[in-house]
């Protein structure tokens, strides 16, 4: 299976990030990538493939250029106005608030463009994120030129970010931004399957309406778990989508009976949709040992749910999210591609 690993993500590095009303270490760190590298390198799985820049326009075709903007400058500007180290936001448009008309103050635009006050902002975000949504626009053009699989290793992640917000760590919505340039590559149907333990909230929202891209998810039930305002059973899409967003919430410290047998319903409902290229968001915060999520799959868990990705005999591509126990993130992600490469290599091409 190919790799493309964005080199930059480190430029995004978070000291702290805000947690019951005290700054705590943050958990969305350089490491991640580092030991994920680590274990790619000294397993079977690569080539590595070097980063191609596609540029700001695929970016574009999800998000909206004043947001991209904003989250360029961001820092520089925290910085200008005496912002000590990484920034965050204080303020927000709720209920009743105008957000259609984009303030001149800073820390109105922050609020504007956010969803938590736990997604530090820092001097490097942009490059690591603009980086990162290059690295797997580079995976998509492996897969679209043939090969089985590959895997785009990054961060900041991006599930949680929509069209013009950051939050839940991320800042550019790898997923969209790729399943969007799939379909102007001319692929019909497009489904992203996003088996973080958190809901992919911006993903949904992006492709809502839509029916040409199928959002499929896992995760925590956002009744108690982050990020709480989306992700119900009942959200199945609207107008032109409706019938094309699927949700699997399940309750926190569910089982791993429970969590496969909502990943196999997930899988036939994705069939039966008969997409031309599956996209995995693929967090490992399912992890047992994770530090901020309740499920509980180990390494045979992650290798049987690469494995069973594989046995649908899709174009794949796996695009790296959460997962935050650090030292065992190499392993739990290379469980999932190397089941995946297991079970594929039986099959004939697709
Ligand atoms: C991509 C992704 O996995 N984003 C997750 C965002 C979760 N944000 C909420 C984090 C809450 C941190 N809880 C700290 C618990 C300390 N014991
Ligand atoms: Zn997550």
Same mark, same amino acid.
């Given at each position: 299976?190919k790799i493309v690993y964005n080199e930059r993500h +480190?430029?995004?590095? +978070? ?6 009303? $005290? ?10 990538a580092?030991?994920?590298?680590? *274990? ?8 590595f493939v070097p980063v191609v820049d596609h ?8 998000? *909206?250029?004043?947001?991209?903007? /904003?989250?360029?400058?961001? @820092? ?7 912002? $000590?180290?990484? +920034? ?15 303030? !001149?103050? /800073?820390? +109105? ?19 690591a994120a603009y980086w990162g949504a290059q690295a797997s626009l580079t995976a998509l053009d492996l ?7 590959a895997y785009c290793l990054t961060r900041p992640?991006g599930? @949680? ?9 991320? /800042?550019i919505?790898n %997923?969209?931004v790729t399943?969007? *340039? ?49 992700? @119900? ?6 107008? %032109? ?10 309750? *926190? ?11 196999? !319903? ?27 999520? @309740? /499920? ?21 591509l796996f695009l790296q999210?959460?997962?935050? %126990? ?20 039986? $099959?004939?091409?697709?």
């Amino acid at each position: 299976m190919k790799i493309v690993y964005n080199e930059r993500h +480190a430029q995004h590095a +978070a000291q702290k990030e805000f947690f019951r009303g $005290q700054l705590v270490d943050a958990f969305e760190i350089p490491a991640r990538a580092d030991f994920v590298l680590q *274990a790619l390198q000294a397993s079977e799985l690569g080539p590595f493939v070097p980063v191609v820049d596609h540029g700001r326009v695929p970016l574009e075709r999800v998000h *909206a250029p004043a947001y991209l903007r /904003f989250i360029e400058g961001a @820092h520089a500007e925290w910085l200008a106005l005496g912002g $000590q180290g990484e +920034a965050f936001p204080a303020v927000w448009p709720i209920r009743s608030l105008r957000s259609d008309v984009e303030p !001149k103050s /800073f820390a +109105a635009r922050m609020g504007l463009y956010s969803m938590d006050s736990g997604s530090p902002l820092t001097a490097g975000t942009w490059a690591a994120a603009y980086w990162g949504a290059q690295a797997s626009l580079t995976a998509l053009d492996l897969v679209l030129a043939g090969e089985r699989s590959a895997y785009c290793l990054t961060r900041p992640p991006g599930h @949680h970010a929509g069209a013009d917000f950051f939050g839940g760590y991320c /800042f550019i919505n790898n %997923a969209a931004v790729t399943a969007q *340039a799939a379909r102007d590559a001319g692929r019909q149907r497009v489904a992203i399957l996003d088996v973080d333990y958190h809901h992919g909230n911006g993903t949904q929202a992006i492709f809502y309406e839509r029916a040409d891209v199928f959002f499929l998810s896992i995760h925590g039930d956002p009744q108690t778990e982050y990020p709480f305002f989306l992700g @119900h059973a009942d959200e199945r899409g609207a107008g %032109a989508g409706e019938g094309f967003n699927a949700n699997y919430p399940l309750p *926190a410290g569910a089982s791993n009976e429970q969590w496969f047998e909502a990943f196999e !319903k997930a899988l036939v409902q994705l069939n039966a949709f008969a997409p031309e290229l599956l996209i995995v968001s693929l967090g490992v915060d399912t992890y047992g040992g994770d530090p901020i999520s @309740h /499920f509980r799959l180990d390494e045979p868990e992650f290798r049987r749910m690469g494995q069973s990705l594989a046995s649908l005999q899709l174009p794949t591509l796996f695009l790296q999210e959460g997962g935050y %126990a650090t030292a065992a993130i190499g392993r739990n992600v290379l469980a999932v591609l190397a089941g995946f490469e297991t079970t594929a290599q039986g $099959q004939p091409g697709v």
